[in-house]
């Protein structure tokens, strides 16, 4: 065995602390999978012989089974999510069947189901805690799910299927990250550019010199000329960070037209193109619901989920919608009367909602977001947001650059530690997008988890990444407001994850909380920036150092429910599409995906989609994440965090004592619980009653 790939250099076969990601490189992954596969199946099958139907005698040796992935397989996964590379890809692509088969053989095994069937119904039950036996009932479900009934050739299709359902995954997300950063528009026309603000034709200067520094190391020709904000050229892509405040301020409608159709097609044609992928998806997962004796996907999915069924979803969305629906007509006659009296002459379509958006809060509320940016400097955001969870939750956070391994120089890592100053956890955050090998969005991810080894604590650590605008020359990254309440949502996941007393890794943080209440803690985080100490105490000039107007603070409240209804008819958009794909669509029919998503945009747009618009070729949430079915857990755990933080308002959000008393509650109910207990019973433990609309409708600006 080479040096590059030998147990005793290669750094996917370390089993302990951190992953080395400073030297983990693509020709790592397969020799350390299949040495780690290997050693896994021997323990494995000892597992199977030599088990006893306890706690100890087979969860135990299960869990010390599965630890292994953490350090050998799931840094590949991150890493291609943040460190995309083509190698890295061929090496995932080489191994991912199999860890799938290897997952499907422990999921499959009869005499391990047997086993956990025999406790669930021993004399023992009683006698473990709470979450040992969500553990225990999860692990049966999870194998019945995973076809261990199931024999012969039934048996053999459901396998084909889970792999080709993983492959499916992998390809539609390599493609949708293919497909964005392949697009770009260079702009040399000062009047191309006429309205956008600072940062923006800043960012689109440094894209465009970041691009041709890479051509310039792929050997391409390249324009020698470096780009200036104030002369251009600006390279328009894509990215989030650039295609959002480019729609909302480009006053040329011919390049947002462009920008705009390039978007919603993305992922749809060539050699990236998702619709196979996409129809094929559905079939499977319709044959495979079939296979495990469920009518649809749909209903296999909320088995697992808070939700009791597809009406009950239904129900909880036609209530907002029935809010929703008849404001947002009004949001876009007002949108339209603006235009008009604005001076344009045309009907608005779908690549002018956008500027002419930005255009109306401005005149409304007296502020735009280039107003605001400079005063959210990234470093100050995050000092006011970790001030805020020591009030809260009795935490302190530090920096600990240098302390751990990154996969990237923008990389920061942190500890946090308890009331008495023992470590508790500790996260990366990685902050800024990077469109060549990072993934859109934000989002959570686990690296350790919370665990009981011997008479050791495994501390949780976390992954938040986030896609915000990165800095540019020497300034620190100027966030846009939304990108404030990104990152406060993404570290509601992460809190939750770390803050979590559950010893047992399947139920530890978000490991075990159903889908749907998951979005919980995040969704709550986000009300505090509206939250007048928080919000004053993270803003900080970038030049002057001086806090936040009070008077801009007013108006970001007021601006806070702007267009809310047509957010959240969106919303339910994108929820039902998912929940109709799933549960009565016929992928053989001669109805088409895009005309199921048409016949209800119908219902909750006051625009039609265009007719080829192929925004579910980008709809990762459902086709390349775990949203399948559930898309609509967002707006459920929103009604439901918005009664968390009801009860904040109720204790009075200026009454420090109470604040923190409160604080102390959610920690230890909805924090700490983690999957170890089951959502309803940890909300009314918290809010000592069932979860209610009125705080939602209220606070989003839905009341009568």
């Known amino acids: 065995m080479s040096n590059a790939t030998s147990s005793t250099t290669n750094p996917l076969l370390l089993t302990e602390g951190i992953p080395p990601f400073d030297k983990i490189r693509p020709e790592h992954v397969v020799s350390a999978v299949r040495e780690s596969i290997a050693k896994l199946e ?52 080489t191994v991912q069947p199999e860890v799938v088969a290897f997952s499907l053989r422990a999921g499959q095994s009869r005499v391990i189901y047997d086993g956990l069937v025999a406790l669930r ?23 019945e799910q995973a076809g261990v009934a199931l024999e012969g050739e039934a048996k053999e ?18 493609h949708l990250l293919d497909a964005t950063k392949s697009f770009s528009l260079t702009l040399t026309e000062s009047s191309d550019v006429e309205g956008f603000p600072e940062s923006l034709l800043q960012l689109t200067a440094q894209s465009h010199n970041q691009a041709v520094s890479r051509e310039a190391v792929e050997g391409e020709e390249t324009t020698p000329a470096e780009a200036t904000p104030e002369s251009g050229p600006w390279r328009i892509t894509l990215d989030q960070p650039i295609f959002i405040p480019f729609m909302r301020h480009c006053r040329n409608r011919e390049l947002r037209e462009q920008v705009y159709r390039s978007f919603i097609t993305r992922a749809s044609q060539g050699k990236v193109d998702n619709n196979p992928i996409l129809v094929r998806t559905l079939e499977l997962r319709q044959e495979q619901a079939g296979l495990l004796g469920y009518d649809n996907y749909a209903d296999l999915s909320l088995s697992r989920k808070m939700a009791p069924d597809v009406q009950a979803v239904d129900d909880m969305s036609e209530e907002v919608f029935r809010s929703a629906r008849p404001r947002s007509e009004v949001d876009h006659q007002e949108l339209c009367d603006f235009a008009r009296k604005s001076g344009e002459s045309r009907e608005l379509v779908q690549w002018d909602l956008a500027f002419w958006s930005e255009r109306l809060r401005e005149d409304r509320f007296g502020y735009t977001d280039e107003q605001l940016r400079p005063y959210f400097p990234l470093p100050r955001v995050v000092n006011g947001l970790f001030g805020l969870c020591e009030r809260l939750f009795g935490i302190t956070i530090s920096k600990a650059d240098g302390e751990a391994p ?80 990104t990152l406060f949502h993404e570290f509601g996941h992460g809190l939750q994850h770390m803050l979590t007393r559950v010893n047992y890794a399947e139920a530890a943080g978000v490991a075990g909380v159903e889908w749907d209440a998951v979005e919980i803690a995040s969704q709550f985080m986000e009300n505090w920036c509206y939250h007048k100490p928080t919000l004053m105490g993270m803003t900080s000039h970038v030049d002057t150092e001086e806090s936040l107007p009070e008077e801009l603070f007013e108006k970001i409240c007021a601006a806070r429910t702007y267009r809310s209804a047509t957010q959240f008819c969106r919303q339910l958009e994108l929820g039902w599409t998912d ?59 929103l009604v439901l965090a918005s009664d968390v933080f009801g009860a904040f308002e109720e204790a009075g959000l200026d009454d420090e004592a109470k604040i923190r008393e409160v604080g102390k509650r959610y920690r230890e109910t909805i924090l700490a619980c983690g999957g170890g207990r089951d959502p309803m019973s940890v909300f009314q433990d918290f809010r000592g009653r069932k979860p209610t609309t009125e705080a939602f409708l209220r606070q989003h600006g839905l009341t009568a």
């Not at 459901?158 to 539609?172: C, H, V």
């Not at 053989?588 to 265009?610: M, Q």
């Open 406 to 485: 990154i996969w990237h120089e923008d990389v920061r890592y942190f500890r946090m530690f308890g009331e008495d100053g023992e470590p508790i956890a500790s996260f990366f955050l990685d902050a800024y997008s990077r469109p060549q090998e990072k993934q859109g969005g934000a989002w959570m991810n686990v690296c350790l988890e919370r665990r009981v080894r011997g008479e050791n604590v495994q501390l949780p650590i976390a992954y938040l990444c986030c896609n915000g605008t990165p800095p540019v020359g020497d300034r620190p990254s100027l966030m846009t407001f939304s990108e404030v309440e």
């Open 579 to 637: 929940l109709a794909l799933h549960h009565k669509y016929d992928p053989g029919s001669e109805e088409s995906p895009y005309d199921v998503h048409a016949r209800i945009a119908e219902k909750t747009s006051v625009l039609s989609p265009l007719p080829e618009g192929r925004f579910l070729c980008g709809f990762a949430h459902i086709f390349a994440g775990g949203y399948a079915a559930g898309y609509y857990s967002y707006l459920w755990s």
């Open 42 to 93: 021997k323990h494995f099958e000892e597992i199977e012989k030599k088990h006893e139907p306890t706690w100890k005698g087979l969860l135990e040796l299960l869990s010390e089974l599965e630890r292994p992935f953490m350090h050998f397989w799931a840094p590949v996964g991150h890493l291609m999510s943040v460190r995309d590379s083509e190698a890295l890809r061929e090496a995932h692509r």
């Open 157 to 174: 299709r459901f396998n084909e299927i889970a792999q080709e359902l993983s492959r499916n995954s992998t390809d539609f997300s390599n």
């Open 121 to 143: 119904d021993g004399e023992d039950w009683e006698k473990l805690e709470e979450a040992q036996q969500r553990i225990v009932d999860d692990r049966i479900r999870s194998m």
